[in-house]
């Protein structure tokens, strides 16, 4: 177990709905990434944000967004769902950027 | 940006032989290439990692060699047994731990 938990595991939404998926990080963790793994794929990286700041975006409309909390926990939000948005939702925390980036178990997301 | 392309896509041993899988990446200024190891249900798990400044790594049976003048680098498994059976991916970045660009993988199976 990395310590870092993801909720919901599975979900299912209509497309054009919106989405909030939460990470819960390691204990002493301040730094989040969140990545987009569709069937079959590698993870995609989404954002990162440390310190609440978000820090780095990789190839996503802005309809994908996030927060991160005081306590380092952190939402992916997904607005106007497409039927390719599809897929497990990955968050990995680490400790600054100097330490190995452990994952959740992911979200399960199903856009229909 | 950084392009990690890696192969094979699925490779099949039996138990005791040796497995190879191999990476190239596109941007000669990225400095880590770790390797995951993701079981079914199941987040990315770190398995071995690479410098830039640093040729080989060993770790048990497993073992990660870099080029960086032909920019590619490879995962060596010895000693396969049926529970390294897995989907393996290997990535690349500029930044460390943080921000990581994935293959797209590579299904091990693993025959007793």
């Known amino acids: 177990e990395t310590g870092v938990t993801q909720s919901p595991t599975h979900l299912i939404k209509t497309r054009g709905q919106q989405v909030t998926l939460r990470c819960s990080s390691q204990?002493?963790?301040?730094?989040v990434s969140w990545y987009q793994q569709a069937l079959g794929q590698g993870p995609q990286f989404i954002f990162q944000?440390?310190?609440?700041?978000?820090?780095g975006r990789g190839n996503f409309p802005p309809r994908f967004s996030g927060l991160q909390f005081p306590n380092y926990s952190s939402e992916l939000n997904v607005n106007a769902l497409e039927l390719d948005d599809s897929a497990l939702y990955l968050c990995?925390?680490?400790?600054?950027?100097?330490?190995?980036?452990?994952f959740g178990q992911g979200t399960r997301l199903t856009v229909v | 940006g950084e392009n990690v392309e890696q192969h094979p896509s699925t490779l099949s041993v039996q138990e005791g032989d040796s497995a190879v899988i191999k990476c190239t990446y596109s941007?000669?200024?990225?400095?880590?290439f770790p390797w995951y190891k993701q079981e079914l249900g199941k987040g990315p798990q770190l398995i071995i990692d690479?410098?830039?400044?640093?040729g080989e790594k060993k770790d048990q049976r497993i073992a990660v060699t870099l080029n960086k003048t032909a920019k590619h680098f490879s995962l060596h498994i010895t000693e396969t047994q049926p529970e390294d059976s897995a989907v393996y991916f290997c990535?690349?970045?500029?930044?460390?731990?943080?921000?990581?660009?994935f293959g797209t993988g590579t299904r091990l199976l693993v025959s007793p």
């Open positions: 690479i410098r830039s400044n640093v």
């Open positions: 944000y440390y310190r609440e700041e978000e820090n």
């Open positions: 990535a690349a970045s500029l930044y460390g731990f943080q921000k990581l660009v």
């Open positions: 941007d000669s200024a990225s400095n880590y």
């Open positions: 990995a925390s680490s400790s600054d950027s100097n330490t190995e980036a452990f």
């Open positions: 204990s002493g963790h301040n730094t």
